[in-house]
């Protein structure tokens, strides 16, 4: 049952017409409330992952639980349809459970707050936010076990609860969540600074309603969601065909040492209806790498990326949700069922940007983006100083991102939004180590018209002894190109040891340990090409070698030849590669994975990679039984 809100004043809001120009004003307003949200938090909050790399994100919903500006969408519509108790004037409620939310969040790490805004006690709207915590206990320090079994290996998991209750903090529950963290200063710094930024959007909101009046507020608001429906309805209408395009990838292993793991997914159009399909994609795996998608939640991923992709200048919101359905079979990779460990879902979250790039751009190849999101890989060290103090670092790093239709993709760089790398300054003045290179790799990123990205080689010289963990992918797949572009490089780490040794790490392991003055060198994957790279302008060409981004051997991937000097083009030479190329290779392909098979794929892991293939999947018995059963043709809930 719903939850039941209470309010004192029932007056019901009227819709009333507003004129372009106010729903303009008022929208401005809202969005630069939700990015005073994230000046409030950044200034407050003390763990790098919130503070430096932005890892939270924002919003502020109508009434319905609706976001009208924002980052992430679907938080507070289901938590209201989930959630069975009362909503009053002063309460903030928190999770971390992904399971309680229907995987609005989708591991313990990130603390959910949602708290309702109340003017002259009637409800008006709503703001959330959630953040990345650095540690909630677990297993093992920064709470992302590779090797869990069940989500109760995790941390501390918090089901929907009133953490203010009448404006009241009811501290005996948050003594029970920050005794069982490994980083309590942290983490209670974090938790307030996201109760300043809801509270400080809960102000702006009343300030709007104030100077407007409340029905046009409200009314407002719901102008904003018609508007971003009914530009949505002619995108999906001119970019989603009716008949079904289908697109799969893989998640390279599970940190168990088996994989890959296949994501499928179908999308095609029924009248303005866009429907995506999961049917396909593997039973969830054993480890952690499995990713409960909210169905809202991946609304938000489609819209996202097609706004971007076709029409940036539509404003995102949750408007266009009726739009769209999507279909996840329970029992897989992306829809596991309770208890499944959760932690490690990183990957299967960054693949399905590529998964989505794939499938949109079937139906429009003029728009394609090449693979290159694939992953948001995750590094920690912790351990105890010199002095004894406990330190403990959790950072995401970033790899190539994907060739464009309309230009390079960046190097070393986040997809997501508002995401910064954590300054080396940083991460040298708080913790032991230090960054002895920070490099792009050359000709990492796949070669096109449109180059890919670059990936990042970051050299980490530990000055403690310590423990550290990497959570990575893409080592085994190849970020892919389109129309003609080649795949990117793949992930790859190795740890040259203070002897001069020299070990090949596997892309996901924990616990490994490290002494003063060794050095991890984690290069990250580059962003597919996008394009014939045959057609880039031999010009672009010889800058990126200059500028250090392209080797001359790595030129002539491109059919320019770079005379001896390394920094003037062969023109003749050039001419007679280019030529000789488009001959030998035949038609561009669609997309270039870089192989035919997974099958051909683990046959040369041991020779490309240095490591050893990966196994068959192992799955367990109930999600082998519903598996089966979907088979056959029976319906499972």
């Not at 289901?78 to 108790?85: N, T, V, W």
């Not at 995506?276 to 952690?288: K, L, V």
Request: aromatic share 10%; glycine share 10%.
């Amino acid at each position: 049952m719903p939850a039941k809100i209470i309010q004192r004043n029932n007056k019901a809001f009227k819709k009333v017409k507003v004129d372009t120009v106010t729903i303009d004003i008022i929208e401005s307003a809202l969005r630069n409330a939700r990015f005073e949200m994230d000046t409030v938090l950044f200034r407050t909050a003390m763990s790098p992952g919130i503070r430096e790399q932005h890892d939270e994100f924002p919003m502020i919903a109508n009434v319905e639980g609706k976001m009208v500006v924002g980052q992430f969408g679907s938080f507070i519509w289901g938590f209201m349809q989930g959630y069975e108790g009362t909503i009053e004037e002063g309460d903030i409620f928190l999770t971390n459970d992904p399971y309680s939310v229907n995987g609005a969040i989708s591991h313990s790490n990130d603390w959910l707050m949602l708290m309702p805004i109340y003017k002259q006690k009637r409800l008006i709207a709503w703001s959330a936010m959630f953040g990345h915590m650095t540690d909630v206990g677990g297993k093992v320090p920064g709470s992302l076990p590779t090797d869990a079994r069940q989500i109760f290996e995790e941390g501390i998991r918090t089901p929907p609860v009133k953490i203010y209750q009448g404006g009241k903090l009811q501290e005996d529950v948050l003594k029970i969540l920050l005794h069982n963290c490994r980083l309590p200063h942290w983490n209670l710094s974090d938790f307030n600074a996201i109760t300043a930024a809801l509270r400080t959007a809960g102000i702006r909101c009343i300030e709007i309603a104030e100077r407007f009046g409340d029905d046009v507020f409200y009314s407002s608001m719901h102008e904003m969601l018609e508007r971003n429906k009914r530009a949505m309805r002619e995108l999906i209408k001119r970019t989603v065909p009716e008949k079904k395009q289908y697109f799969e990838d893989y998640v390279c292993d599970d940190g168990l040492n088996m994989g890959p793991y296949k994501i499928a997914c179908s999308m095609w159009r029924e009248g303005d209806k866009c429907i995506f399909d999961f049917a396909g994609t593997d039973p969830q795996s054993i480890s952690s790498i499995n990713f409960l998608l909210n169905e809202e939640m991946f609304k938000m991923f489609a819209g996202v990326y097609m706004i971007m992709v076709f029409d940036p200048q539509i404003l995102f919101n949750d408007g266009f949700y009726d739009l769209m359905e999507v279909r996840i079979p329970a029992g897989t990779l992306l829809k596991p069922l309770k208890p499944a460990a959760l932690s490690c879902r990183t990957h299967a979250l960054g693949r399905i940007f590529d998964v989505l790039g794939g499938l949109l751009g079937q139906g429009n190849p003029q728009f394609m983006c090449a693979a290159g999101f694939s992953d948001s890989p995750h590094f920690m060290y912790s351990g105890y100083d010199k002095n004894g103090d406990w330190y403990q670092l959790y950072q995401i790093t970033f790899g190539g991102i994907p060739g464009k239709p309309f230009g390079d993709g960046p190097d070393g760089h986040s997809l997501w939004p508002s995401f910064t790398n954590v300054p080396n300054e940083f991460l040298e003045s708080y913790f032991p180590l230090r960054i002895d290179i920070y490099e792009t790799i050359p000709d990492s990123g796949g070669p096109g018209k449109n180059r890919g990205g670059n990936g990042l080689r970051i050299g980490y010289r530990f000055l403690e002894p310590g423990e550290i963990s990497i959570h990575d992918d893409r080592w085994l797949t190849y970020p892919w190109g389109v129309n003609g572009g080649l795949p990117g490089a793949r992930s790859r780490k190795t740890m040259v040891r203070a002897d001069g040794s020299e070990q090949l790490l596997e892309s996901k392991l924990d616990r490994v340990k490290v002494e003063a003055g060794d050095l991890l060198l984690a290069d990250t994957w580059g962003g597919g090409g996008c394009g014939d790279p045959l057609e880039r302008e031999a010009e672009k060409v010889r800058f990126d070698v200059e500028a250090g981004l392209v080797t001359a051997e790595g030129a002539r991937r491109y059919g320019v030849v770079i005379k001896a000097d390394g920094c003037s083009i062969d023109a003749a030479a050039t001419t007679a590669l280019r030529k000789r190329m488009a001959t030998e290779r035949g038609p561009a392909q669609l997309f270039d994975r870089g192989f035919e098979s997974i099958e051909e794929l683990k046959a040369r892991c041991k020779s490309d990679t240095g490591l050893e293939p990966p196994r068959q999947p192992q799955f367990t018995k109930w999600a082998k039984r519903i598996a089966e059963e979907r088979r056959k043709g029976v319906k499972v809930a």
